[in-house]
């Protein structure tokens, strides 16, 4: 039997094991020792199974993940996320489909403090649906801006998905988090413009809330300055080279540490908890990445990857077929993937033979992440969708039906981006280092 027959298999087998529920790190180890085992001896297998993942964990560049899970933590245990959704309320409320809005734009900043969907789903779960119910909007149409907004987590940086990109692909991590900047700025525009019209054709959607005095806007505007100033520092000494993306992982941690108790926001109880959530969480991602580089190991092994690439290099199609068969991959993954494991299940085989194509590999990390945030709100199975629905007690397809209109709006960002490469390139381009 050729490598290449092995490695098919071997591909098939991990699928069937994750649609059955198997967790990703655990098929993919399982898979990739039995099929070196076949391919080289078990000798080998055990060999690479403790040299390869050691060796590849053992770099200073992985200490960005706990520090920035630490800095999300830290404030989805503080009141920063209601701070956060209290003054867009306050700003845009008073607008037709106004809360909706404010939810977006709560995500997106709160995405880009925690850089977790989970988080972000959970926290405007809390503060936004009952705000909507109190104000009558239409139930579908609420739910649907909630779990729509979440996924913007994983595109504003800090982001988890970017890191893992970067770290398997070799590529700048900043540069990464800089493209999901502009990617992510596009969908916040447009899903609000998209809230806009649909409760201009149907203002039962989302009808005007209180207009809210000065004074009180102000007042929510002051309290998120302190968190807002710790973004920008992270952010702008990434994007300006004053330092790397660790240590801005470390500030923003430190600092989010620091506003939340001088601000009363958070107890020692509280940070502990914290800080025990960081280190099972960075454990999961580690096992995971670990075990994707000895799958990494077992594809090369097969020789799938060449295979693959000659495969991808020699189709006689434009590009932007290849980006369209890209993203019908990622929607059939994202029914019953989490939005990480896609990454380390599909960048080791696809990277090679897409950067060969003449693919940029900024462009692609930003692509292939924003595939991961509509895959976890796509039907049947979008799990963002399953989160919020077990956070606040709803059925799925009441969220799904809300979800809808955004997913249309997300497929017209896919192609925007295609068309429109600079929409992710564009700030990679011009940062500083």
Known sequence: MSPEIIGLIGLIVLLVLLALKMWVGAAMLLVSTIGIIILKGTGVALTQAGSSTFTNLNSYTFTVIPMFSLMGMVIAE???????????????????????????????????????????????????????????????????????????????????????????????????????????????????????????????KGPKGPKQSGKVILKTVVRIIPIMLLLGLVLGGIYGGIFTTTEAGAIGALGSIIISFAFRQITVKNLLRAIKDTAVMSG?????????????????????????????????????????????????????????????????????ALTKRGFDPIWLGAFIVKLMAVGGISPPVGLTVFTLSGTIKRPPGKIFKGVMPFLLVDVVILVLMIIFPEIATYIPNHMAG
């Open 78 to 204: 503080s009141s920063m996320g209601k701070d956060l959704y209290d003054c867009a309320y306050a700003v845009v409320g008073r607008f037709r489909g106004g809360l909706a809005s404010a939810t977006v734009v709560a995500c997106g900043v709160l995405g880009a403090i925690t850089g977790s969907t989970h988080i972000a789903c959970m926290v405007m779960a809390k503060v936004a649906v009952p705000q909507m119910e109190k104000n009558n909007y239409e139930e579908s149409f609420a739910l649907g801006s909630v779990a729509a907004g979440a996924p913007l987590a994983i595109l504003i940086p800090p982001s988890i998905g970017f890191i893992i990109f970067g770290i398997l692909t070799e590529n700048s991590i900043g540069k990464l988090f800089m493209s999901g900047f502009g990617v992510g700025i596009v969908q916040i525009v447009l899903y609000i413009i998209l809230i806009w019209v649909l409760c201009l054709i149907n203002p039962k």
């Open 284 to 352: 999961m991602v580690f096992f995971l990445v670990g075990s994707t580089y000895l799958f990494v190991t077992f594809m090369s092994l097969s020789k799938i990857p060449m295979w693959l690439s000659r495969v991808i290099v020699g189709l006689e199609v434009p590009n932007w077929v290849i980006a369209a068969a890209i993203i019908i991959l990622y929607f059939i993954l994202g029914m019953f993937l989490p939005d990480v494991p896609m990454i380390v299940l599909t960048v080791p085989v696809l990277y090679g």
